[in-house]
């Protein structure tokens, strides 16, 4: 394994030659069946697209926390300067929602292309190829812990610190994004090897979900008689408790029950459609 990580840290894990780094791990004892192996594996994978991701590029890593906070610009100046929109600290109020959520795009549109990308890999090299997905879902969650930092700086300057809830909620609803996001992204990615048109599906569909979602707005302006869409929106749960966690506010436990029962089930929806596709994969990318 230390000859697989080495090549990653050389810069030799490009995507033309990864099937021959995995191939080159077995040689050198490591073993499928090895739990040890298949973690690194899934970190080889990360490094890679975060490699791909920034490569030629001037700013890097920042470009995940830039494009945030432009739109949260655009958005206060239309909503809180022009509309008027009656919400106190809007800019800290957007981020709190931009942030989680771009994670969550960032990662269902890229889905489309993580087994599509790695086609030669697939055909090549025995693995679970779901370990592409939880690589590509992991890459986003990376941006979005550094992005703390900042909804944290925002945090201090709206005279807010965190609190030691976050010990236990940070994690918690990390876990929760986490299979919620790896249960969509399962699905997308492993329908749009034969429905070619859910690429151009995906991003509709995310950019409705959007302005369906409270992110840029409060739930509170949503009229009372349509307050159970709350509950039926899968991400509106996830997004209130990032919220409502940032701004110190509580946590409503049905909101919290919601994320998580939501999770769960779309988690395993998405493993069984993946299950069921998965062998066909090498004979259609």
Avoid at 76 to 85: Q, T
Avoid at 88 to 113: A, D, H, K, R
Avoid at 269 to 281: C, N, P, Q, T
Wanted: net charge positive; glycine share 4%.
């Amino acid at each position: 394994m230390v000859y697989i990580i080495q090549r990653i840290l050389d810069g030799l894990a490009c995507r033309e030659d990864l099937a021959s780094i995995i191939a080159a791990g077995a040689e050198h004892g490591v073993r499928p069946s090895q739990m040890i192996y298949y973690r690194d594996l899934v970190w080889v994978l990360v490094a890679k697209e975060l490699k791909l991701r920034y490569r030629n590029t001037v700013l890097g890593y920042a470009w995940s926390v830039l494009n945030p906070l432009a739109f949260a610009m655009v958005f206060f100046v239309v909503f809180k300067i022009f509309m008027r929109v009656p919400i106190e600290n809007y800019t800290l109020y957007l981020i709190t929602g931009l942030f989680p959520w771009q994670w969550f795009s960032n990662s269902v549109t890229s889905s489309n292309f993580f087994f599509l990308n790695n086609s030669s890999l697939i055909k090549k090299v025995k693995f679970p190829r779901y370990f592409l997905v939880i690589a590509g879902v992991l890459n986003d969650l990376i941006h979005f812990a550094i992005s703390i930092l900042v909804i944290v700086a925002f945090m201090i300057f709206h005279h807010k610190v965190p609190s030691l809830n976050w010990i236990v909620l940070v994690p918690f609803l990390v876990l929760v994004q986490f299979l919620l996001t790896m249960g969509i992204a399962l699905t997308v990615s492993s329908c749009n090897l034969f429905f070619r048109d859910l690429e151009r599906m995906a991003g509709i569909l995310v950019m409705l979900w959007f302005y369906a979602t409270p992110v840029i707005y409060s739930v509170k302006m949503i009229p009372p008689g349509l307050h159970w869409t709350t509950y039926v929106n899968p991400m509106t749960p996830v997004i209130l408790c990032w919220r409502s966690l940032f701004l110190g506010d509580p946590l409503s436990l049905s909101y919290l029950g919601a994320a998580a029962g939501w999770a769960a089930l779309i988690f395993a929806v998405g493993l069984l459609i993946y299950k069921s596709l998965e062998w066909r994969f090498a004979e259609i990318v």
